[in-house]
C-alpha cells in the first residue's frame, strides 16, 4: 500500500495540465446562512460522465463522476461532497474520517497520501479494506472565507486491473479542482 501513496505523491504535481478530451464540469452550492454559495470546478477526464442532480442527490452528495452506465454501486465513481466548517482543521476532517474508518473496519489499513494542490490545502488517506474494497479519500480546504470543506473520494476492488489508470485519472480530477465563491462558473486548472 505504501508504494500506492507514494506513488501518488509523485503524479499529482504532474496532472495540471490538462489531458486530450478532458472537459470543465462543476458543481455549485446555494447561500446557506453565513455560508456563501459556492462552485468547485474542475476537468472531467474522457468518457466520464458527470452528475450533481439525479444519481449525486439520490446518493446524498454534491457531485458524481462515473464511467459507462450507472450502476448504483459506489465502486468506480468519484464523489465530490462539500459540507460547512465545523472542525477546526484539515488535519481534524482527516482524523475523524480515519477514526470512523477504523470504527467500521477495524482490520482495515489507511496509509497517508501526499498531494500537491497549488490552489488550497488538501490532505489524503489511502484506505485497504478487509473487504477488499479500498478507498482514496481527499479532504481540502479552500479557507476559512469559503465557509466549507470538501473532499473527492474514489472506490475500487482491490484487484482492480484498471486500478493504476482510476488513481490517475482520480489524481487529475482532484488537483485540477477549484473553489469560487458564488455560483458562477469557475475555470479548472488546466481549462
Not at 8 to 24: H, I, N, Q, S, Y
Not at 111 to 124: E, K, N, P, Q, T
Amino acid at each position: 500500500m505504501r508504494w500506492l501513496a507514494l506513488g501518488l505523491a509523485v503524479l499529482a504535481p504532474l496532472a495540471m495540465a490538462a489531458a486530450p478530451g478532458e472537459r470543465p464540469v462543476a458543481a455549485h452550492g446555494a447561500r446557506d446562512g453565513t455560508i456563501p454559495a459556492w462552485t468547485i470546478a474542475t476537468l472531467a477526464p474522457a468518457g466520464w460522465t458527470d452528475d450533481c442532480c439525479t444519481y449525486a442527490a439520490a446518493i446524498g452528495v454534491n457531485f458524481v463522476l462515473y464511467q459507462g452506465e450507472w450502476t448504483g454501486k459506489p465502486q468506480r465513481v468519484m464523489v465530490l461532497n462539500v459540507w460547512p466548517r465545523k472542525l477546526p482543521s484539515l488535519a481534524a476532517e482527516v482524523q475523524a474520517d480515519r477514526k470512523h474508518y477504523r470504527e467500521l473496519d477495524p482490520a482495515g489499513k489507511a496509509d497517508d497520501l501526499v498531494l500537491h494542490h497549488r490552489g488550497m490545502a488538501c490532505s489524503g488517506t489511502v484506505y485497504a479494506g478487509s473487504d477488499k474494497i479500498d478507498d482514496v479519500v481527499v479532504f481540502c480546504d479552500p479557507g476559512a472565507a469559503s465557509g466549507i470543506r470538501l473532499s473527492w473520494s474514489l472506490s475500487f476492488d482491490a484487484g482492480d486491473a484498471g486500478k493504476r489508470a482510476l488513481l490517475d485519472a482520480f489524481m487529475r480530477v482532484v488537483v485540477a479542482s477549484r473553489y469560487r465563491a458564488g455560483t458562477a462558473p469557475a475555470a479548472p486548472s488546466g481549462a
